[in-house]
Structures are given as C-alpha cells and as structure tokens.
C-alpha cells in the first residue's frame, strides 16, 4: 500500500473517532469552622466521568486561597471569571488564570451571588441569593444591576440557554427548573425534572457544547459530598455522572475559540511524521543498493 493511501485510511479512522470531551473547570468553597476561613481549589473535570485534576488554590495577588461561588469562560475571549463566596465579607468578581489558578480582583459585586454564567454575545449574569432575583455583572468594575426580584425560592446555580433564557434551579424540591426572561428579569417558564429524587441540592450549573445541561450537586447524606449530573433540556430526564471532589460549588464550560477542539490533528500530524521518516528511510537505503 501507497503512503498517501495509508495516510487516507488513517485520516477516514481519525475522522470517525468521536470528539474529545471538552473543557470543564470546577472550583471549591471550602470553610473552616475552626477559624472561620474560606479557601477555595480549581479544577480541570472531565465531563464525561467526572474525573478531576487538581490545578491549584485560586489565590488573588499571592495572598490566601479564596472560596468560589460561581464560574465562568468568556465565550470570545476565553478568559476564566470567578465570583468569590458570598459569605465573605466583601463578594468580588475576579479572573483565575487557567493554567496556575492565580487570580486578580476586579471589583466588589455589591450583592451576594450564588452563580454566574455568560450568554453568547458576552454578558455575564449572576443569581442574587438574598433577592432572588438575576442581575448582570459588570466586567471592568465587578457592579451588578439588578433586575425585579422572583418568586423563585432558594439559592441554586444558574445558566444562560441556547435560547437565552436564565434557566435557575433554586429549591429542588419542586422538580422545577425555572427559566427567567434576562432583559426584564419575569419568570417565563420551567423544566420538569422526570427524576428528581436524584436531585438533593444544586449548587451550579453549566452548558456544555452538545447543549446538555450540566449540573454539581450535593450527594444525599453527605453535606460536602459532591456529584456531577446532566439534566436533559427537553425530557428533564437526570442522570448521574460521576463524583467530584468535596466542596465543589461552580463549574463551567469552555467552548472559546482559543481552545483546540481536539487532537485528531495532531494524532494525524504525529502519523505524518513516522510515514515520512519511514518513507526517507526506505529511500536511503534504495539508493544504497
């Protein structure tokens, strides 16, 4: 067989393999009840089992590791923001390096959030756990605007839909995910949870690029234990994925352009290289003869 015929039959297997899983971060809000101090952890997650890989404490300016409330990537620019625990004293919004977890401030919200989400032109938004009621976060200050409160009770995790609907799972107990209206803030509709005895507390939520919902939830009986599950959008359908590490209390997906897709072009490239070398080889030793 021809070398461009092996490289056309690796290309066709690399083609049909499914897609890699793509990125999910996850961050921690660990409180200490001996001393009352908060720190938090940032995490890579693999989507499809849940598996975590440690990057590091979310330290702002090289002081302590801070807890995180709430996570999300700027669809166009990829950056990782972060809205630190709500019962600290003073809820900031701040950027997290990917790679090292190292964070900056960016400003204080004003308001204590449960959970943040951006929707697809840049707007970050923020569930109000003391209002209930969605507001949006201003990048360069960290302000949040408020929108008219809710009858939503509870203080749950909040994403931003395909559609652009706010989709908020406050109180599980339900088996309703509501869906807020982001430009007047009105309560517009729900999702039905088929199983929601699966649910005990929801603590954030996320869309993945297969638009599947993504969500932490806390383990029954285990007060920091905690679960990533999926909720089907259209059937309401939940199902466990694996577990995650105690305490993990946001998550997001990031789907940036900046991030590779996959590495099936770089599997096809590696291949590229061996034929060649081999390919160089046997004509080396051709010409020797």
């Known amino acids: ?62 002081g302590m590791a801070v807890a995180i409330d709430g996570l999300a990537v700027h669809p166009k620019t990829g950056v990782l923001y972060g809205i630190t625990w709500r019962s600290s004293p003073e809820p900031s919004l701040i950027v997290i390096d990917r790679h090292s977890a190292v964070a900056k401030r960016i400003g204080p919200l004003g308001v204590r959030g449960t959970d943040i989400h951006f929707d697809a032109s840049g707007s970050l938004y923020i569930w109000d756990a003391e209002d209930h009621r969605l507001g949006t976060v201003n990048l360069d200050s960290g302000a949040v605007t408020l929108l008219p409160p809710t009858q939503i009770s509870g203080a749950g995790g909040l994403a931003i839909s395909p559609q652009g609907l706010a989709i908020v799972a406050g109180s599980t107990q339900r088996g309703v995910i509501d869906e807020v209206n982001v430009e007047t803030g009105d309560l517009v509709g729900g999702l039905s949870v088929i199983n929601n005895s699966v649910l005990n507390a929801v603590y954030a939520l996320t869309y993945m690029p297969t638009r599947s919902l993504l969500a932490v939830n806390q383990v029954k009986g285990r007060e920091r234990g905690r679960e990533l599950v999926s909720i089907d959008p259209e059937s309401g359908n939940v199902t466990r994925i694996g577990p995650l590490p105690d305490e993990v209390d946001a998550i997001a997906s990031d789907d940036s352009p900046g991030r590779p897709s996959g590495s099936k072009a770089g599997l096809l490239g590696y291949f590229v290289v061996i034929l060649s070398g081999l390919a160089l080889a046997d004509t080396i030793r051709w010409r020797r003869k």
Request: hydrophobic letters at 50%; proline letters at 8%.
């Open 1 to 62: 067989m021809s070398l461009l015929r092996i490289l056309a039959v690796l290309a066709a297997a690399l083609v049909a393999l499914p897609a890699p899983a793509r990125y999910l971060y996850a961050a921690t809000a660990h409180l200490d009840p001996k001393n009352g101090e908060s720190a938090g952890q940032l995490y890579v997650i693999n989507p499809e089992t849940g598996r975590a890989k440690l990057i590091g404490p979310i330290r702002i300016d090289g």
